[in-house]
């Protein structure tokens, strides 16, 4: 089949899909998926070789962050009042809007060994204000700053947070445990505490690759380096 336009650069001779076709499916898979997806799972239920998929994923993201792909502005006539929508697929005309890439306002990450769609942290304020503002299932203060000491501490004991926080954190934890935010890691050898660490869903709802990329805080926190001097 002769190339009229550019190409992904996911397409390659003998693969079995078309690089449109391969796009599609990655996203209809990150549609639905409920958790990270490794590059490996999505070469399995497509059938693709990992670096053609892990090609087109990076291509999906330079698309999602206005990089390359998605070049046609909206015509003019949709910020007019009274459009009824039936130019919406007219090419544009020579006093419309140019055409430039434009940001979605959704972005593509790899974070915790796969990648998911998450919306574009521009808008984190306009997310919050809908799903989580005013719902029953959101961490308290006190659940909020025990995962922090958890996750510049760990492994840490229960013991240690409560030393920390001045609280006993008992029923904090078990709560965190119980939202897959925190794990009983293992158990220290000389006094027998259990020792908790985070988990790779703490770093899917932070959106991060790994703990390497929580912020610095110690120079927030005076007095960080008593922090070992409290036994378990």
């Known amino acids: 089949m002769a190339d009229t336009d550019p190409a992904p650069p996911v397409e390659t001779p003998g693969d079995n899909r078309t690089g449109d076709d391969l796009l599609s499916a990655l996203e209809a898979v990150?549609?639905?998926?409920?958790?990270?997806?490794?590059?490996?799972e999505?070469?399995?239920?497509?059938?693709?070789?990992?670096?053609?998929?892990?090609?087109?994923l990076e291509h999906l993201k330079a698309d999602y962050d206005g990089v390359t792909g998605n070049t046609g502005a909206p015509p003019r006539q949709l910020t007019e009042p009274g459009y009824d929508g039936r130019s919406a697929t007219h090419t544009h005309r020579e006093n419309d809007l140019p055409a430039a890439p434009r940001v979605r306002g959704f972005e593509l990450r790899e974070v915790a060994g796969g990648w998911?769609?998450?919306?574009?942290?521009?808008?984190?304020?306009l997310v919050t204000d809908f799903v989580v503002e005013g719902s029953?299932?959101?961490?308290?203060?006190?659940?909020?700053?025990?995962?922090?000491v958890v996750a510049y501490l760990q492994p840490v004991s229960r013991s240690r947070v409560s030393a920390i926080r001045g609280v006993n954190v008992d029923g904090v934890v078990r709560t965190l445990v119980q939202r897959g935010l925190l794990t009983a890691w293992e158990r220290d050898e000389a006094s027998g505490s259990v020792l908790y660490s985070t988990t790779p869903?703490?770093?899917?709802?932070?959106?991060?690759?790994?703990?390497?990329?929580?912020?610095?805080?110690?120079?927030?926190?005076?007095?960080?380096?008593?922090?070992?001097?409290?036994?378990?």
Request: glycine share 6%; charged share 25%; aromatic share 4%.
């Open 30 to 40: 990150l549609m639905v998926a409920a958790a990270p997806v490794g590059v490996d």
């Open 136 to 148: 029953s299932s959101r961490l308290s203060q006190a659940a909020l700053e025990t995962l922090a």
């Open 201 to 232: 869903l703490f770093l899917e709802k932070l959106g991060l690759g790994s703990l390497n990329e929580l912020p610095d805080i110690a120079p927030l926190l005076p007095g960080t380096d008593q922090l070992d001097d409290i036994e378990d």
């Open 42 to 56: 999505f070469a399995r239920v497509t059938g693709e070789p990992s670096h053609r998929v892990r090609s087109a």
């Open 116 to 125: 998911r769609i998450y919306a574009r942290s521009d808008h984190a304020q």
